[in-house]
């Protein structure tokens, strides 16, 4: 069965979970920079996630990316304009979302059996039962047998792995991803491809998933939004019309449907990224 | 399977065209690995011996010196004077009494002002730590007071709170706060803010992002402050004691100091340095303990 993008509303969608939509309209994003300058990261920004869509960013270096999750989560306010998640503004920390960063966010201190625990014992389940669905989680992940270890004994795929089961665990209705898979080898990255669609399959949360690799973002998602060069906001949106499920990613590369979309969305971000280029180059 | 005797195995290594069986590979690594160990021992020994030379050369050579009086022994004390000394306190004890009743008073009072200083030192460190304009407010007052010589304290509280053992724990305790509170202090501000991000999407609220994270990552900053904390503590007290004092191994010092007997004086310090040795070797179990979770640090002073 073929999930149409965009979510035509009345269309059955085959969801088990629940998912939110979210909401975002005119928003802007200033920081002060350490000279006093205010320095525009987004600017006017507006997009819709319909509920269960995964939808994917790509953009530039530096266009705001990475912010835009953080005033989703409401991690930070907007300088203006608002987000909207289930019809409701966010104000303080979003409530079903679960975020995985960009950087290691891994407490060193936990076990990787405490690092998946860390969102059930927080939301309040009783121990017994978040000890029961975390060993279930990384399992899922691969990862039995090494519930013990503490994250410095862990690869860095096998760390990525436990973020993942970690920011899944909490069933979220809306899970951010901050280039989750960007610094793990090929093989790895696919597998763990494989195994996010599988999973999101499962519970269909609304996904933003940010990412630099092309191909991941057009295997991966319904829609692919490419932002222009700092300040950020959206220049394009296309919809990945392939049909789901998707099965292994690096199968789906060889579609003909794949690299015609690929290459629209790279003709699109191209200049984006070759006129940030210019401008970090020019300013050094 | 018969094994290979080590010759074929060397032989091995050497010949062309020979397929090295598993049971040569294993061999070669049994090999390598007693070598190793054999190294490894050598080495131990050789370092021991070094340590043992190095405490010969300084203690023989101070008891020389003193004995061909190079250096007075009336000022410098003798390595066998303080010995002497030593075989005396622990035999027949002071005018006092036992000096065991006088190493329980003064390490009472250190360990005292330790947990006191101790607890003292975590709280306010957390607290002005997570508070961004307590902080400010609060800054410049405790360079000020981090700046006085507060050891000079100790006779103000022998003043105002007499010979007993509270101004003895209350030294000992300043001086431990200080050194806390400020690991403290900079232990929460050093907090990854990834971490504090992660936990408050995860639901958290202030309490439990101070439990799940500010906490835990202070802790590193904390227990590697007590090591020196400890030894300040002992400091305090001793100070206290020999500024007044009815009891204590400071007032042995103090009294000793009045009969030029140098040689007590080295003994008292020979057995609080003893005391403070012990007392770090159970905090770097505690610190091994509490930091599990730490990857070993490449230059893990080991024996230092
Ligand atoms: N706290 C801050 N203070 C000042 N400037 C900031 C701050 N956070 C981000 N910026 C700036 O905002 C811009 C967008 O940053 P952001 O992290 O969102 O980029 P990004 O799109 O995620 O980049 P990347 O793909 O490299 O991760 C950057 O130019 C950055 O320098
Ligand atoms: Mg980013």
Redesign the pocket.
């Given at each position: 069965m073929v999930v149409r993008p965009g979510g035509r509303t009345g269309a059955a969608e085959p969801r088990t979970g629940h998912s939110a939509r979210i909401q975002i309209s005119g928003l802007t994003k200033r920081?002060m920079?350490p000279s006093g300058e205010p320095?525009t990261?987004l600017r006017d920004v507006s997009l819709t996630i319909e509920p269960g869509q995964f939808c994917a960013i790509v953009?530039p270096?530096?266009?705001?990316?990475?912010?835009t999750l953080g005033l989703v989560a409401g991690l930070d306010r907007p300088s203006a304009g608002s987000v909207q998640v289930a019809g409701a503004e966010v104000s303080g920390i979003t409530k079903g979302i679960s975020f995985m960063f960009?950087a290691d966010a891994l407490f060193p201190w936990k076990t990787v059996l405490g690092n998946v625990m860390t969102g059930p014992t927080l939301t309040g389940v009783s121990k017994r039962a978040a000890i029961e669905s975390s060993r279930d989680w990384i399992r899922r992940v691969g990862l039995s047998g090494f519930e013990d270890r503490y994250p410095h004994q862990l690869s860095g795929g096998m760390r990525k792995r436990v973020a993942m089961a970690a920011a899944l665990i909490n069933e979220p209705e809306i899970l951010l991803m901050d280039?989750p898979f960007g610094a793990l080898d090929v093989q790895t990255k696919a597998i763990m491809q494989t195994e996010l669609l599988g999973l999101w399959e499962q519970t269909r949360p609304s996904v933003l998933f940010?990412t630099?690799d092309l191909d991941e973002a057009v295997a991966l998602a319904d829609r692919v939004l490419v932002m222009t060069s700092?300040p950020?906001s959206i220049k394009e949106s296309f919809d990945i019309d392939l049909p789901r499920p998707r099965g292994s990613v690096q199968e789906i590369r060889y579609q003909p449907r794949f690299t015609e979309l690929q290459h629209q969305i790279w003709s699109s971000l191209k200049d984006e990224v070759e006129r940030a280029y210019a401008r970090t180059a020019g300013a050094a | 399977m018969s094994a290979p005797s080590p010759v074929g195995g060397a032989l091995a290594s050497t010949t062309v065209g020979y397929e090295p069986g598993p049971g040569d590979q294993r061999d070669d690594e049994d090999r390598v690995r007693q070598s190793a160990l054999r190294m490894r021992r050598r080495r131990t020994v050789r370092l021991w011996l070094a340590r043992g030379g190095v405490a010969v050369f300084v203690i023989g050579g101070w008891q020389l010196f003193t004995t061909w009086g190079l250096v007075d022994k009336f000022f410098y004390g003798q390595p066998s004077g303080i010995w002497d000394s030593l075989v005396q306190l622990f035999a027949h004890g002071t005018a006092f009494g036992s000096i065991w009743e006088d190493i329980r008073v003064t390490m009472t009072e250190a360990i005292y002002g330790f947990v006191v200083g101790t607890i003292a030192g975590v709280i306010a460190g957390l607290a002005l730590g997570q508070n961004r304009f307590l902080a400010d407010v609060l800054g410049p007052y405790i360079k000020v007071v981090n700046a006085i010589p507060r050891i000079i304290l100790g006779s103000i509280f022998i003043v105002a709170f007499g010979f007993g053992t509270f101004p003895k724990v209350l030294l000992a305790a300043v001086l431990v706060f200080f050194i806390v509170f400020f690991n403290a202090f900079q232990g929460v501000r050093e907090v990854d803010p990834n971490l504090v991000a992660n936990v408050r999407v995860l639901g958290a609220s202030p309490f439990q992002v101070a439990r799940h994270v500010t906490i835990p990552s202070a802790l590193t900053w904390i227990i590697a402050s007590l090591h020196t904390a400890f030894g300040f503590a002992i400091i305090g007290a001793l100070v206290a004691e020999v500024l007044g004092a009815q009891h204590g191994v400071g007032l042995i010092i103090s009294q000793a100091q009045g009969r030029f007997d140098p040689d007590t004086v080295f003994a008292g310090m020979a057995i609080m340095a003893v005391i403070t040795l012990a007392a770090e070797y159970l905090i770097t179990l505690l610190e091994h303990r509490v930091l599990a979770w730490r990857p070993p640090a490449s230059s893990e002073p080991s024996g230092l």
């Amino acid at each position: 069965m073929v999930v149409r993008p965009g979510g035509r509303t009345g269309a059955a969608e085959p969801r088990t979970g629940h998912s939110a939509r979210i909401q975002i309209s005119g928003l802007t994003k200033r920081f002060m920079t350490p000279s006093g300058e205010p320095f525009t990261a987004l600017r006017d920004v507006s997009l819709t996630i319909e509920p269960g869509q995964f939808c994917a960013i790509v953009g530039p270096t530096g266009c705001g990316k990475s912010t835009t999750l953080g005033l989703v989560a409401g991690l930070d306010r907007p300088s203006a304009g608002s987000v909207q998640v289930a019809g409701a503004e966010v104000s303080g920390i979003t409530k079903g979302i679960s975020f995985m960063f960009q950087a290691d966010a891994l407490f060193p201190w936990k076990t990787v059996l405490g690092n998946v625990m860390t969102g059930p014992t927080l939301t309040g389940v009783s121990k017994r039962a978040a000890i029961e669905s975390s060993r279930d989680w990384i399992r899922r992940v691969g990862l039995s047998g090494f519930e013990d270890r503490y994250p410095h004994q862990l690869s860095g795929g096998m760390r990525k792995r436990v973020a993942m089961a970690a920011a899944l665990i909490n069933e979220p209705e809306i899970l951010l991803m901050d280039e989750p898979f960007g610094a793990l080898d090929v093989q790895t990255k696919a597998i763990m491809q494989t195994e996010l669609l599988g999973l999101w399959e499962q519970t269909r949360p609304s996904v933003l998933f940010i990412t630099h690799d092309l191909d991941e973002a057009v295997a991966l998602a319904d829609r692919v939004l490419v932002m222009t060069s700092s300040p950020g906001s959206i220049k394009e949106s296309f919809d990945i019309d392939l049909p789901r499920p998707r099965g292994s990613v690096q199968e789906i590369r060889y579609q003909p449907r794949f690299t015609e979309l690929q290459h629209q969305i790279w003709s699109s971000l191209k200049d984006e990224v070759e006129r940030a280029y210019a401008r970090t180059a020019g300013a050094a | 399977m018969s094994a290979p005797s080590p010759v074929g195995g060397a032989l091995a290594s050497t010949t062309v065209g020979y397929e090295p069986g598993p049971g040569d590979q294993r061999d070669d690594e049994d090999r390598v690995r007693q070598s190793a160990l054999r190294m490894r021992r050598r080495r131990t020994v050789r370092l021991w011996l070094a340590r043992g030379g190095v405490a010969v050369f300084v203690i023989g050579g101070w008891q020389l010196f003193t004995t061909w009086g190079l250096v007075d022994k009336f000022f410098y004390g003798q390595p066998s004077g303080i010995w002497d000394s030593l075989v005396q306190l622990f035999a027949h004890g002071t005018a006092f009494g036992s000096i065991w009743e006088d190493i329980r008073v003064t390490m009472t009072e250190a360990i005292y002002g330790f947990v006191v200083g101790t607890i003292a030192g975590v709280i306010a460190g957390l607290a002005l730590g997570q508070n961004r304009f307590l902080a400010d407010v609060l800054g410049p007052y405790i360079k000020v007071v981090n700046a006085i010589p507060r050891i000079i304290l100790g006779s103000i509280f022998i003043v105002a709170f007499g010979f007993g053992t509270f101004p003895k724990v209350l030294l000992a305790a300043v001086l431990v706060f200080f050194i806390v509170f400020f690991n403290a202090f900079q232990g929460v501000r050093e907090v990854d803010p990834n971490l504090v991000a992660n936990v408050r999407v995860l639901g958290a609220s202030p309490f439990q992002v101070a439990r799940h994270v500010t906490i835990p990552s202070a802790l590193t900053w904390i227990i590697a402050s007590l090591h020196t904390a400890f030894g300040f503590a002992i400091i305090g007290a001793l100070v206290a004691e020999v500024l007044g004092a009815q009891h204590g191994v400071g007032l042995i010092i103090s009294q000793a100091q009045g009969r030029f007997d140098p040689d007590t004086v080295f003994a008292g310090m020979a057995i609080m340095a003893v005391i403070t040795l012990a007392a770090e070797y159970l905090i770097t179990l505690l610190e091994h303990r509490v930091l599990a979770w730490r990857p070993p640090a490449s230059s893990e002073p080991s024996g230092l």
